[in-house]
Nanobody, 122 residues
Framework: QVQLVESGGGLVQAGGSLRLSCAASGRTFNTYTMGWFRQAPGKEREFVVSINWSGGRTAYADSVKGRFTISRDNTKNTVYLQMNSLKPEDTAVYYC???????????????WGQGTQVTVSS
């Protein structure tokens, strides 16, 4: 069992930056692939980025490539999402999730955090 708690969301102007954190409980954090997903009002939850257990493999949605960076610190049981050059269309609730193995489909992630709101004003 893994419990995930996101933090770092907030209100930022377009072009600004935010760093989200996801703290995980449990001794097996370093065996999980971690992902960030987001859900905008009236839209389905979508994949943003994922990172494998070692940090050596990542995958990004096209919409965030070059602007967002995922990283993890297995000594702190934490995964980070650095978001730069934010746009109003990045406004959403951002969720941290964990899965075994590797992959990006939302349905394959077993553990989810409660989400943190990111609002980008124009």
């Amino acid at each position: 069992q893994v419990q995930l708690v996101e933090s770092g969301g907030g209100l930022v102007q377009a072009g600004g930056s935010l760093r989200l954190s996801c703290a995980a409980s449990g001794r097996t954090f370093n065996t999980y692939t971690m992902g960030w997903f987001r859900q905008a009002p009236g839209k389905e939850r979508e994949f943003v980025v994922s990172i494998n257990w070692s940090g050596g493999r990542t995958a990004y949605a096209d919409s965030v490539k070059g602007r967002f960076t995922i990283s993890r610190d297995n000594t702190k049981n934490t995964v980070y999402l650095q978001m730069n050059s934010l746009k109003p269309e990045d406004t959403a609730v951002y969720y941290c999730a964990a899965r075994t193995g590797w992959g990006t489909p939302l349905s394959e992630y077993k553990f989810w955090g409660q989400g943190t709101q990111v609002t980008v004003s124009s």
